[in-house]
């Protein structure tokens, strides 16, 4: 058996199919040689350059217009600065201090509304009866804004730890009932039948199919309340409060510190870019099992 090929213009000559399937002393014709995609022949750059590169180019962009006067001091202190005041407010403790204050309060918010949003989910998603009575006031109070029930949570818990704490788990309760309902709801009938056609319990339904399906919706909704912990921290801290980053932020208003502001919202993103790669760690780790597309 052999394969014919006949470049243009050229004789027809006959291959051996030996030679070009096995490690023969014959060459394989460059015709019959695979081409790599386009984008294995790419000189990769490093994937953390690559993230790395459009904030290092906004921070030289910025440097250049506090240089050039473009950007005042009263405006927007310089990155120069800014980095002074950071290490300032570090060693003297008072930054190292309002962050664990502010950590404490997300931590307990998020602890809260995880445990309300994805229980009421749960009762919503796994019952009729259940979705009838929690769903339509569920989706009357998350149309309400969290930061506009401020000032009645104060009336009711006092200006100590309470309505900040409040504020956070509000807001982290809604994206996670979301996420987790409609994960819940969109788990694939046929697996449902699957399980029941193995004679699996309604609980071993729950565990093992309806669960595990809605773990990825989950974990969104994690992340996006994660985002709305911050977000509401901020008004919770500005706030009747004498402590934590956002009470930084109001005294360097006061005393129109537009320095020590920037860096208050430096911290503010870092811890919600640090939350986030936990979130996305423990993404990897739960979802091993389902094969994701990951850019090209």
């Given at each position: 058996m052999s394969i014919s090929h006949a470049p243009p213009g050229s004789r027809e000559t006959d291959i051996p199919l030996k030679s070009a399937f096995t490690n023969d002393s014959q060459p394989i014709p460059v015709d019959l040689v695979p081409l790599l995609p386009a984008s294995s022949r790419r000189t990769r750059v490093p994937r953390w350059l690559r993230r790395t590169t459009g904030p290092v180019l906004l921070l030289l962009l910025w440097q250049l217009l506090t240089s050039t006067g473009v950007l005042t001091a009263d405006v927007l202190a310089s990155p120069g600065r800014i980095a002074q005041v950071g290490s300032d407010l570090i060693a003297d403790g008072s930054l190292p201090s309002a962050m664990g204050t502010s950590l404490q309060r997300v931590a307990a918010g998020l602890a809260l509304g995880t445990v309300?949003?994805?229980?009421?989910?749960?009762?919503?998603?796994?019952?009729?009866?259940?979705?009838?009575?929690?769903?339509?006031?569920?989706?009357?109070?998350?149309?309400?804004?969290?930061?506009?029930?401020?000032?009645?949570?104060?009336?009711?818990?006092?200006?100590?730890?309470?309505?900040?704490?409040?504020?956070?788990?509000?807001?982290?309760?809604f994206p996670l009932y979301l996420n987790v309902y409609a994960g819940i709801r969109g788990v694939d009938t046929q697996l449902i039948e699957a399980g029941e056609s193995l004679g699996l319990s309604r609980w071993?339904?729950?565990?093992?199919?309806?669960?595990?399906?809605?773990?990825?919706?989950?974990?969104?909704g994690l992340r996006y309340s994660l985002g709305i912990a911050w977000l509401a921290l901020v008004f919770a801290e500005q706030v009747n409060a004498d402590s934590g980053i956002g009470f930084l932020m109001v005294q360097a208003r006061d005393f129109l510190r537009t320095d020590v502001i920037v860096v208050c919202l430096i911290v503010y993103a870092f811890l919600g870019l640090l939350a986030d790669f936990i979130v996305r760690s423990l993404e990897r780790l739960l979802l091993q099992w389902r094969p994701t597309f990951t850019g090209r």
């Open positions: 309300v949003g994805t229980g009421l989910a749960l009762v919503s998603g796994l019952f009729r009866i259940g979705e009838d009575l929690v769903d339509a006031p569920v989706q009357m109070l998350r149309t309400v804004p969290f930061v506009g029930l401020i000032p009645l949570f104060i009336i009711w818990f006092g200006i100590g730890e309470a309505p900040k704490v409040a504020i956070i788990t509000l807001g982290v309760t071993g339904l729950v565990r093992h199919v309806v669960l595990p399906g809605a773990l990825p919706g989950a974990l969104t």
